[in-house]
């Protein structure tokens, strides 16, 4: 527990192959209806998904290999469990900028179950930021009866050394003195020895079991006094009053009370709160895809006190760089039309006669060129149409060509369809037939990705014609009607009585009559006549029957309320 302060049509099952690489064996089995199905063989002694181990031993002497393998087993297990294992993956924070300590409790207080959890915890919470010298830089300080310092915040620099880095830190026993910890705290935060930097955010967060044997009032107001932004984590059973005294104001977001096993409960938002503290206040990039990117910088200029020269290019190509006039009101612009896995240096120049900025620089690398269409998906089908859909829709995509065909055949149709788009309705074709569907993405550089799809039309159905009834005793009636169009492969038949219950009787295509009982005269019921199919039913002929009392001799008189459904 976690204490914060206090489209979619009926899809016709055609489907596309695509060859994909996998370390297991596939199988194809005949499956219902003579589908093919696949199912997977994991080649060789694995580790479960499900976390478990299974071996087989087999012949004289397998009990002791059985120990042996299975000491081995635990003891590489317990020993990767060591390390800080790696979390889900999350979205990259990039335009942050700052110093980001952690002052963890490494006293005898926490026990090792305890400590690594906190590990754990760190990395989660770090990974998706950006590291550098123009990023954040992070370190940890630990609280022991001598307080030290793991490492510089300038040491570790990228996500792979920053997590073998936390994974590799070992819990110092001792004391709890916090307060000698936070001394060294404000020390190391404003030291450029140990890789602090000037003029960027600062911020502390002090993971605890909530105890502390020294005091920590003094050093912690001179830390916050100096602008140093405090965040606490506490996983005991600390004091709230205290604490909340020691945190940054408000208490809400920057004081967490957690058991050491509901951690990730805060997580996103304790990152969330840190990304406010350290946002910087620079030129960066927003919206980042294969082919653009936002450029957003600080309001510098007015549209009256100047303008910004923008320059912007691939590195390494001074030739192919290219200059922008931005007024000076403005204050974000989207580069288009670049090239896919790219980096690209851009600088923002003010130009300004009122007051002097220095450029501002930053590199952007555009995502890896993205493929469409990876799907095709046909719905809606109908006897003489169905709708293609495909994903997914790109920027760099200009135009999109859906040539389909029957099959067999070599005939075949080509529509036209703007890159915005994702989905088209195709018209005018042959009921019960199947079609190729191919379609193709033109991008704007030339390049062509097609993807096809099997697509299969409807049979198209008929009702059937001149429903009548005749008099067939005192509580019977025949029911007749005339064929209906099309390879009809049977009759539906319901008949809802007025009083009593409803009847459905199903006759072959061969049978055009039926006799219905149960309506005696002075009753009505409402009798449907429906053509089955093979792909689906038709549509019914309906018509209420109305018996008259036996005052009126032999004859009664129906009402044909005809009715397509």
Known sequence: MALKGVGGGRKIPCRSQSSQPSAARTELQDGP?????RTMTELGLCWAPSGGFKALWAGPGSAMLAKVVFSLFLWLHFAAGQDTPEPAPQPSTSNTEGDLLFLLDSSASVSRYEFSKVKEFMWDLLHPFTFGPRDVQTSIIHISTTPSMEFPFDRHLSRDSLRKAIGGTRQRMGDTNTGKALSLAKEKLFSSEAGA??????????????????DISEPM????????????????????????A?????????????????LPIITQQLRDAIRDVIQANRLHATDVTSSSFRLVWPQLLSQDSGFYSLEYGPGGDPAARSTLQVPGAQSSLVLSQLAPGTTYEVALIPES????????????????????PVQVLISDSGPRSFQVSWAPVLDSVASYQVLYGPLPGNSAKLLQVDGSHNSTLVQH?????????????IYRSGKEKSLSAKACTLEEGSRVRHLRFEDAGPSSVRASWDSAAGAVRGYRVRCRRQSGASSVLSVSPQVHSVLLSDLPRGSRGRVCVQPLYRSQPGPRLCRTVRRHPATEAHGYRHREQDRLQ
């Open 33 to 37: 209806g003579g589908c093919r199905t």
């Open 197 to 214: 930097r000037p003029d960027v955010p600062k911020v502390l967060l002090w993971v605890t079991d909530g105890f502390s044997t020294d």
């Open 221 to 244: 107001q001179l830390l916050k006094d100096m602008g140093v932004t405090v965040f606490i984590v506490s996983t005991g059973r600390g004091n709230f009053l205290q604490l909340s």
């Open 246 to 262: 020691a945190a940054s104001p408000p208490s809400d977001t920057h004081l967490h009370f957690v058991d050491v096993d509901d």
């Open 353 to 372: 006669n009122v007051h002097y900025f220095p450029p501002q620089r930053t590199r952007v690398t555009t995502l890896p060129e993205e493929i469409s």
């Open 429 to 441: 074709l042959a009921p019960n037939t199947t079609y190729l569907v191919t379609v193709t993405a």
